[in-house]
Nanobody, 116 residues
Framework: QVQLVESGGGLVQAGGSLRLSCAASGDIFGINVMGWYRQAPGKQRDLVATLTTGGSTAYADSVKGRYTISRDDAENTVYLQMNTLKPEDAARYSC??????????WGKGRLVTVSS
């Protein structure tokens, strides 16, 4: 089993910045990719950013140039730096981890609120 614990997020004014962290623990091996997804009320969950073990990143078009995903391998932690936040970025952001065997794990999520 893998546990994902997120931290960060909160309330920020439009144009501001926030950072999310996701610490993985447990049976951590063979991680293929870690990433962040978000879900706003009444909407589907969408991919925000992913980071493979090899270092490849992918971003949703809506966050390109504003968000950066990174990781600290020593701490088994992945980060999401969010800059120039917009009201439409407000959502619950959840961390995701996929292992080599396609096992999929999710964190509980953190709320990001952006005031206009």
């Amino acid at each position: 089993q893998v546990q994902l614990v997120e931290s960060g997020g909160g309330l920020v004014q439009a144009g501001g910045s926030l950072r999310l962290s996701c610490a993985a623990s447990g049976d951590i091996f063979g991680i293929n990719v870690m990433g962040w997804y978000r879900q706003a009320p009444g909407k589907q969950r969408d991919l925000v950013a992913t980071l493979t073990t090899g270092g490849s990143t992918a971003y949703a078009d809506s966050v390109k140039g504003r968000y950066t995903i990174s990781r600290d391998d020593a701490e088994n932690t992945v980060y999401l730096q969010m800059n120039t936040l917009k009201p439409e970025d407000a959502a619950r952001y959840s961390c995701n981890l996929i292992q080599w065997n396609d096992r999929n794990y999710w964190g509980k999520g953190r709320l990001v609120t952006v005031s206009s």
